[in-house]
């Protein structure tokens, strides 16, 4: 009779085992949250790249054209007289969709960097550097 009374008596945890369960949620939280984190900047990482690719294939594609009209040294000397990397963004515009140059013009405020919001969260910046002989015009992320 005893055993079936303390059997009815302990129906809760006890204070320790409502401790290890908070503290094993706490642990498991703390790792979903970490790991979210890490993928948001994983991805403003890889929005990053793909904007450096779409201003490089511009450039690309201002270069052949520029080239095919007036020449290659022409398309060098152009895009050397430009200046800065505003006025080379400038200069490719037309091979880039008016959303994308919209969102790079109005988050630039530096002409020597381009910069955009997943650029701007991620520290980093492009760069279109002047065009030497030995080279072809880069678009660099920094």
Known sequence: MTVTILQ?????FTMVEMLIVIAVIGIMSALVISAFSNAAQDTRRVVARQ????????VNAWVNSTSDQVGISGAMATYNAAGNSQARLQLVQLYLDDSSLAHFLSNTTDTSQIKSAALKKTGQYLVLDSW???????VELK
Do not use: L
């Open 8 to 12: 009815k008596a302990r129906k809760g």
């Open 51 to 58: 904007q450096q690719a779409a201003v490089q294939n511009a």
């Open 132 to 138: 030497d002989v030995t080279s072809y015009p880069k």
